[in-house]
């Protein structure tokens, strides 16, 4: 794995004495998803940062999973969450690296850490063998889909809900 040092803040690989900054923002990214849409995403508890972290935790011991945090000389930044995925016929796609999550403590954004975190895991899952990534983003998250499309990514997808709790786009 890349280890990336760009002016004070340091890619690097996370490791289990991350987890419980790591889960916190995992919730914290639950609890974005349900506010942009209660009806499609799942709330965030009280146990969502333990859990989280430790699902983080159980991924780190898997080959074909990135799990990097940014970090300047005095606390963690952000993360990314990210695995190179073989063929799926339920998304039509080859083997991928996929983009599963990222999240900056809002204090850090618009620094240039999540462009330095993409960059860092595509360098990373190419490495691993992948030609192609992909990522969903939240409908209404346009920060983050400002900043996919600035590293390069297009959209191609779009999923739809429908159900009860429906909330409108804004």
Known sequence: ???????????????????????????????????????????????TPATYGAFLESQLRRPEVIVLVAEDETSL???????????????????????????????????GVGRLLLETVIQDLTVKGARLFVLSTAYRNQAAQRLFAAVGFRPTMIEMTYGPNQSRPE
Request: proline content about 6%; glycine content about 10%; cysteine-free.
């Open 77 to 111: 930044l952000g993360y990314v969450y990210a695995a190179y995925e073989g063929s799926d016929y339920m998304t039509l796609r080859g083997p991928a690296g996929v983009m599963h999550d990222i999240f900056v403590d809002p204090a850090r954004r618009g620094q």
């Open 1 to 47: 794995m890349s280890v990336v040092v760009q002016n004070v803040v340091k890619i690097r690989p996370a490791t289990p004495a991350d987890v419980q900054v790591v889960g916190q923002w995992g919730a914290d990214l639950v609890a974005l998803h349900h506010e942009f849409d209660a009806g499609r995403f799942v709330p965030s508890g009280a146990t």
